[in-house]
């Protein structure tokens, strides 16, 4: 089934470790993007990648990273994990930028 | 930075009355797209608008696109407790891709 996965689904991650969240889309889409979503609130844009190869920062970028090997995936890597960065992460693709966006289902993530 | 205000931020509403939720952008869009994310849901596209003064429909819900673009509505009429959830708008500018702060919309039976 074609779409974006996310992985993993839910974590519990002490402070100060390293952490990659995976995404993958199969929909050979140009753009993807990773959002950070807190309680009750809205969407924040981390990292974007418009094409493969290339990535840019967001609102909120301190403390990750991410990279665009190829097409279809896009990591992104908590170096070393603070609680502030308990959220749900939300990754996301779209054709080319500017078009309808897919979401994957979301990786909670709890650092304690 | 992201230059876009949704309101309101909470709605709570009797099933049946309608509900619109706004978002106001400082600066010119090519085009705006709204979203619905379901309780404990990821965001789901809902519609695109492009044109100056563009409305579409889906239904109950009636899209709007202000002449100026910089503005734009979604309106709900006679709301179900299937439309709970939180509705954002999104935007491209600068090459990123943002989202309003959404409305969070709770429908009583």
């Known amino acids: 089934i074609a779409g974006i996965t996310q992985a993993p689904t839910s974590q519990i991650l002490a402070a100060g470790r390293r952490m990659t969240l995976r995404c993958t889309q199969d929909?050979?889409?140009?753009?993807m993007y990773w959002y950070r979503q807190d309680l009750g609130l809205g969407l924040r844009l981390i990292h974007y990648s418009n094409t493969a190869g290339t990535t840019g920062k967001g609102e909120v970028p301190d403390g990750y990273s991410v990279s665009r090997a190829n097409t279809d995936d896009f990591p992104l890597t908590l170096a070393s994990a603070v609680p502030s960065q308990t959220s749900v992460y939300f990754c996301?693709?779209?054709?080319?930028?500017?078009?309808?966006?897919?979401f994957g289902q979301g990786t909670r993530l709890t650092v304690v | 930075g992201q230059q876009v205000m949704q309101i309101p931020q909470y709605q709570h509403v009797q099933e049946g009355e309608d509900f619109t939720t706004y978002c106001n952008s400082s600066t010119t869009l090519s085009n705006i797209q709204w979203y619905k994310q379901r309780p404990g849901g990821h965001p789901v596209f809902l519609i695109q608008?492009?044109?100056?003064?563009e409305v579409k429909k889906q239904k109950r819900l009636t899209f709007q696109f202000g002449e100026a673009k910089k503005n734009s509505s979604l309106h709900i009429t006679a709301t179900q407790t299937t439309d709970v959830g939180t509705y954002f708008c999104?935007?491209?500018?600068?090459?990123?891709?943002?989202f309003g702060s959404g409305t969070k919309l709770n429908v009583k039976p």
């Open positions: 999104g935007l491209y500018n600068f090459n990123k891709f943002y």
């Open positions: 996301a693709s779209s054709e080319i930028p500017n078009t309808e966006a897919f």
């Open positions: 608008l492009v044109k100056s003064g």
């Open positions: 929909m050979r889409h140009n753009a």
